[in-house]
């Protein structure tokens, strides 16, 4: 089995910043892309940014400039650090990992349990 276990959430007013973590663990072989989505109430989940295996991010319009996505493959983490941070930022963030599990063919997608991010104005 392969968990995700995502920290860092929490209260943070506007222009603050706040840096999210996920550490995958298991029965790992590799992983290849990792990466942060979110959702607000009453809104669908959304990409927040990726990162390959080889360190190439990619970032949702929305935080470009401002979210800066990182990983280190030694611990299969990935991190999110979030700077400059505005109220419709607030939302469940979710860490996402595709793994190939041992004994396993092929990648398979897996996610965190969420953490709260809850900006204030």
């Known amino acids: 089995q392969v968990q995700l276990v995502e920290s860092g959430g929490g209260l943070v007013q506007a222009g603050g910043s706040l840096r999210l973590s996920c550490a995958a663990s298991?029965?790992?072989?590799?992983?290849?892309?990792m990466g942060w989505f979110r959702q607000a109430p009453g809104k669908q989940r959304e990409l927040v940014a990726a990162i390959t295996s080889g360190g190439s991010p990619n970032y949702g319009d929305s935080v470009k400039g401002r979210f800066t996505i990182s990983r280190d493959n030694a611990k299969n983490t990935v991190y999110l650090q979030m700077n400059s941070l505005k109220p419709e930022d607030t939302a469940v963030y979710y860490c996402?990992?595709?793994?190939?599990?041992?004994?396993?063919?092929?990648?398979?997608?897996?996610w965190g349990q969420g953490t709260q991010v809850t900006v204030s104005s």
């Open positions: 996402n990992a595709d793994v190939l599990r041992s004994r396993s063919y092929y990648y398979n997608d897996y």
């Open positions: 298991g029965s790992i072989l590799s992983i290849n892309k």
